[in-house]
């Protein structure tokens, strides 16, 4: 079974005075990248929120944000009255206007509002956890529908290429045919006595050069080895990668051996699958 590393996972948590909303979003990369954005007074906790994501998703590039809203009456921020004061003072020096003005221009002023650092609630910290987890199952299960969308997209790609190499080793006995008849027009043009030992010797040798046999084998075998890789329980997107590698370098030496029009027209539609796999491999966690 595989997964995608594409997913989102959203979860909300109703406090008493605030509204924690808790979103993680993925996409596809090599190794774990995690970007975390959680407000100053959660700051503490972040190392630990990170964590426990990390050991969820393993990898990909990782978005995490926290947002609280105050939803009750009271607040953290404050106005600094002694501040304030003087700002409207100073300013009543500089210039005569209304009182209500002057407030207005005070309280944007530096340290005219004061924010009180709101400490941890163990409780309610519990609670966020129990958010961050329902949302990281949210996109745990996306990753999953993800990947048995890729996992049937493969398994029709490795299909197609299984049913061109058929068509490849029909082709196969017709393309020596061709190779031999070649050698043979070659030979009669030199309008030369040619030993017939010699010939078979050479003909032979050549036949050997552009035998294709162990290709095939070894493509049906990594074919093979790649859709059993799909239904293992360890599957993993570097590892469809390696295989991928490897169908590509014999799906090459087909084409490059091939020397039959009809044939290459065949390895070049399996470049062209095996091509869109590697595509969605990059994907697969």
């Not at 406090?15 to 990369?29: A, D, M, Q, R």
């Not at 309610?124 to 529908?145: C, G, H, P």
């Amino acid at each position: 079974m595989i997964q995608s590393m594409t997913g989102y996972g959203k979860s909300i948590l109703q406090l008493l005075s605030k509204k924690i909303t808790v979103e993680i979003k993925s996409l596809n990369s090599k190794n774990l990248d995690l970007n975390a954005r959680v407000p100053s007074a959660y700051r503490a906790k972040e190392l630990f929120l990170r964590n426990r994501i990390s050991k969820s998703l393993i990898r990909g590039k990782v978005d995490f944000n926290l947002y609280v809203e105050i939803t009750g009456e009271t607040t953290n921020t404050q106005i600094n009255e002694a501040i304030v004061k003087q700002y409207i003072d100073q300013l009543k020096s500089v210039v005569d206007g209304d009182t209500t003005e002057l407030l207005k221009m005070a309280v944007r002023m530096p340290d005219a509002l004061k924010t009180e650092r709101e400490e941890i609630d163990e409780s309610e910290f519990i609670k966020i956890l129990e958010a961050v987890d329902d949302a990281l199952e949210a996109i745990n299960n996306y990753r999953t529908d993800e990947g048995k969308a890729l996992e049937k997209d493969f398994e029709h790609r490795i299909e197609n290429i299984s049913s061109l190499l058929t068509k490849v080793i029909e082709l196969d006995p017709q393309r020596m045919d061709n190779v031999k008849e070649r050698l043979r027009k070659a030979i009669s043009e030199l309008k030369e006595t040619v030993d017939e030992n010699r010939f078979e010797q050479e003909l032979i040798y050549y036949l050997e050069k552009y035998d294709i046999t162990e290709e095939t084998v070894r493509l049906k075998n990594h074919l093979d080895y790649f859709t059993e890789t799909l239904s293992h329980k360890d599957s993993n997107g570097k590892k469809l990668g390696f295989i991928s590698q490897e169908l590509g370098r014999e799906i090459n030496t087909i084409g490059s051996k091939a020397n039959f029009a009809p044939m290459q027209q065949l390895v070049v539609q399996m470049k062209g699958e095996l091509e869109k796999i590697k595509e969605q491999a990059l994907n697969v966690l």
